[in-house]
Antibody, heavy 118, light 110 residues
């Protein structure tokens, strides 16, 4: 069965970076894109970026230009999201999701809580 | 990219029908069939309910339906049940090849 398993919770200081992983299993990793979505406490879903796991092409939201880096390791069937220059506003649950077709996400990771606090 | 506009909350009694709107622009909702809807219960990951405006994934009951007119997409839930109480988000593909989510709507089953 398809599964996306994310890395655990992180606590970071302002100005630091965080790297979240998303381990995929149960399907051919390179056939689907992986997207990253975050949700601050009590707030809406916010789309960050995506990576084509087949060719490594990436695209990110203008809101995160220059701060987010998306990579993947096909041998490990794992995608990564690194966010730099963290502030308290980046405190959120970060989700990875598999894109099935165009722009719909059929499987989601369990979420990784990133807390930014001094 | 601004969030798609959704009502903050809607409510209905068991058995009734409700509709949630999702308004975007000609750069997203209005220009593509790639609108999807997600249900999210507290503390859980979102769940895909509708894709490509009106299609239901396997296992989603036909009480859930979607449509689109111009820059506005809609999710209708008929025969409301207690377990439908959740947050609902729309999402769309955009002309920039990015994705955008709606503001979210809290559905209360009275």
């Amino acid at each position: 069965q398809v599964q996306l398993v994310q890395s655990g919770a992180e606590v970071k200081k302002p100005g630091a970076s965080v790297k979240v992983s998303c381990k995929a299993s149960g399907y051919t990793f390179t056939t689907f894109s992986i997207h990253w979505v975050r949700q601050a406490p009590g707030q809406r879903l916010e789309w960050l970026a995506w990576i084509n796991a087949g060719n490594g092409n990436t695209k990110c939201s203008q809101n995160f230009q220059g701060r987010v880096t998306i990579t993947s390791d096909t041998s490990a069937t794992t995608a990564y999201m690194e966010l730099s220059s963290l502030s308290s506003e980046d405190t959120a649950v970060y989700y990875c999701a598999r894109e099935w077709g165009i722009s719909h996400f059929d499987y989601w990771g369990q979420g990784s809580l990133v807390t930014v606090s001094s | 990219q601004s969030a798609l506009t959704q009502p903050a909350s809607v409510s209905g009694s068991p058995g009734q029908s409700i509709t949630i709107s999702c308004t975007g622009t000609s750069s997203d909702v209005g220009n593509y069939k790639y609108v999807s809807w997600y249900q999210q219960h507290p503390g859980k990951a979102p769940k895909l309910m509708i894709y490509e405006v009106s299609n239901r994934p396997s296992g989603i009951p036909d009480r859930f339906s979607g449509s689109k007119s111009g820059n506005t997409a809609s999710l209708t839930i008929s025969g409301l049940q207690a377990e439908d109480e959740a947050d609902y988000y729309c999402s769309s593909y955009t002309t920039s090849s990015t994705r955008v989510f709606g503001e979210g709507t809290k559905l209360t089953v009275l």
